[in-house]
C-alpha cells in the first residue's frame, strides 16, 4: 500500500514571492505521481503530473514538480505567486500497472497569498 | 456532458436517515470513483468502478455505505442511517480508465447530518 505525506498543512507567502509544496510518498512498487488544486468551493483540477521520463514536469499557471526518487518526494514549486494562487493543493500517488487506478491523496496544504 | 455533475450540491439530513447522493460522469469514462473529503483529512477513497468489472469497495467506512453504477454510467452513492460522523463532502471523479489522464472531479455533494 502507497502513503502520501504532506509535510506542510499551511503555507503563508506574499504575492510575488517564490513557493515550495512539500510532497514525500511511500510505496513499495513504482508509481505515478500527481498534483491538483482545489479552489474554494470548487472539486479538484488536476495541476500536473509524472508518469515516467523527465524528473521535471511543467504544469498549468506557471507550477512545475520534481520527481526525486532516491528522496521519494514529489515537491511541487514556482517562481512567483499570484493573490489568485491562494487554494488548497494535494499531492496523490498511484501504483503503476495493474489494473486500479485508484489515487491515494495527501491531506493537503493550504497556500495562502498575501498582497 | 462537458463535466462531472453532482447532485445535489447541498445535502442536510436528520441522523438516523438515509440520503442518496447522484454522480453523472464524463460520457466515454470507463472509471468512475468516490471520496470523502472531510476538514482537514484530506481525500479519503471510498469505492471504485472499471467498466463491467467488479467494484473496489474497500474504502468504505461502513455496511452503512453503499454505492452502485447502473450502464456504465450513472452512480449513486447511498448512505443509510446517517451519522453526525459522515458529514462530510462527497467527491466524484471519473476518466478514461488509465493513470495518463489524471481524474476529472465533479464539485461535490456536501452533506451535513444533524
Known amino acids: 500500500a502507497q502513503s502520501v505525506t504532506q509535510l506542510d498543512s499551511q503555507v503563508p507567502v506574499f504575492e510575488e514571492a517564490p513557493v515550495e509544496l512539500r510532497c514525500n510518498y511511500s510505496s513499495s512498487v513504482s508509481v505515478y505521481l500527481f498534483w491538483y488544486v482545489q479552489y474554494p468551493n470548487q472539486g479538484l483540477q488536476l495541476l500536473l503530473k509524472?508518469?515516467?521520463?523527465?524528473?521535471l514536469v511543467k504544469g498549468i499557471n506557471g507550477f512545475e514538480a520534481e520527481f526525486n526518487k532516491s528522496q521519494t518526494s514529489f515537491h511541487l514549486r514556482k517562481p512567483s505567486v499570484h493573490i489568485s494562487d491562494t487554494a488548497e493543493y494535494f499531492c496523490a500517488v498511484s501504483e503503476t500497472g495493474g489494473s486500479n487506478y485508484k489515487l491515494t491523496f495527501g491531506k493537503g496544504t493550504l497556500l495562502t497569498v498575501n498582497p | 456532458g462537458a463535466g462531472v455533475s453532482q447532485s445535489p450540491s447541498n445535502k442536510v439530513t436528520e441522523k438516523g436517515k438515509d440520503v442518496e447522493l447522484r454522480c453523472d460522469p464524463i460520457?466515454?469514462?470507463?472509471?468512475l470513483y468516490w471520496y470523502r473529503q472531510s476538514l482537514g483529512q484530506g481525500l479519503e477513497f471510498l469505492i471504485y468502478?472499471?467498466?463491467?468489472?467488479?467494484?473496489?469497495k474497500s474504502g468504505l467506512p461502513s455496511d452503512r455505505f453503499s454505492a452502485e453504477r447502473t450502464g456504465g454510467s450513472v452512480s449513486t452513492l447511498t448512505i443509510q442511517r446517517t451519522q453526525q460522523e459522515d458529514s462530510a463532502v462527497y467527491l466524484c471523479?471519473?476518466?478514461?480508465?488509465?493513470?495518463?489522464?489524471?481524474?476529472?472531479f465533479g464539485s461535490g455533494t456536501r452533506l451535513t447530518v444533524v
Open positions: 460520457s466515454g469514462h470507463t472509471a
Open positions: 468502478f472499471q467498466g463491467n468489472s467488479a467494484p473496489d
Open positions: 509524472y508518469l515516467s521520463g523527465s524528473t
Open positions: 471523479a471519473s476518466s478514461l480508465g488509465g493513470q495518463y489522464y489524471g481524474y476529472t
